[in-house]
């Protein structure tokens, strides 16, 4: 798809980017869906340790104390004398029911958000597999793959027709098949050192872009350069169609 010109607007999607730019909103959706819950998790991971836990051993303390001070009033009602200030047992045991409580529907709110995320983590995966499907689509349909796929079979027919020329002149040309490159100069003039597979870079920048956004275009077509491709390419070449 090519770029859109500055003040014109965009030709109309194709069906294949048309189902890639739903795919990528049903992506972006799960992934905001599984960020709310991550949200949800941290502040109630906040909410349990700052406040309730520390509740409930305040209202257990409380309670010990509540515990230790009974015997104290009752003596000092014996003798007229007014109680130090402070919960009674009852209180004390009520507040901590309240405060444990709390802390249990907490726990259990935490308990049922992990279970969610892990939901949501699942559900953003399939959003991302389905977008990269769906990104498959568009580059199959695309006419700058094929433009690319054209121009490969060109050079493909090319190359063939020159091992044919070599090899009735008699230089070795093994593998020479129909469908396209795989054959093997055994007599290459110069050495040249055997390199491993480098994706393109254009192209791998324009498939992440394409993943995030339905309409981004493809790079035009490359300039044909033999004298780098003879410096940079391997003797022995696998290609098939």
Do not use: N
């Not at 869906?33 to 257990?60: H, N, S």
């Not at 499907?133 to 090319?158: I, N, Y």
């Not at 469908?179 to 003039?189: E, K, N, S, V, Y």
């Not at 995030?212 to 300039?223: Q, R, T, Y």
């Amino acid at each position: 798809m090519a770029a859109p010109t500055k003040g014109v607007p965009p030709p109309p999607r194709t069906a294949e980017r048309a189902r890639l730019a739903a795919a990528i909103e049903r992506k972006s959706d799960a992934e905001f869906q599984l960020a709310r819950v991550g949200d949800a998790l941290e502040k109630i991971d906040e909410t349990i340790f700052e406040r309730l836990e520390p509740a409930v051993r305040r209202a257990r303390e409380d309670l010990d104390g509540a515990i230790a001070a009974a015997p104290r009033a009752l003596v000092a009602k014996a003798l007229g004398e007014t109680p130090e200030a402070g919960p009674t047992v009852a209180e004390a045991e009520a507040a901590l029911a309240a405060a444990s409580k709390e802390l249990a529907d907490a726990r259990q709110a935490r308990s049922l958000l992990r279970d969610e995320q892990r939901h949501r983590e699942y559900a953003v995966d399939q959003a991302g597999k389905r977008v990269d499907e769906a990104a498959k689509g568009v580059v199959a349909s695309d006419p700058a793959r094929q433009a690319v796929l054209d121009e490969f079979f060109r050079c493909g027919r090319r190359a063939l027709h020159c091992a044919q020329i070599l090899r009735t002149v008699g230089t070795p040309i093994q593998g020479a098949q129909a469908h396209g490159l795989m054959f093997r100069i055994t007599d290459a003039p110069v050495p040249i050192d055997r390199v491993a597979f480098r994706p393109d870079p254009g192209w791998l920048s324009a498939l992440a872009a394409l993943r995030e956004d339905a309409d981004a275009a493809f790079p035009p077509l490359p300039e044909p350069a033999p004298e780098a491709v003879l410096e940079s390419e391997p003797a022995e070449e696998a290609v098939a169609a």
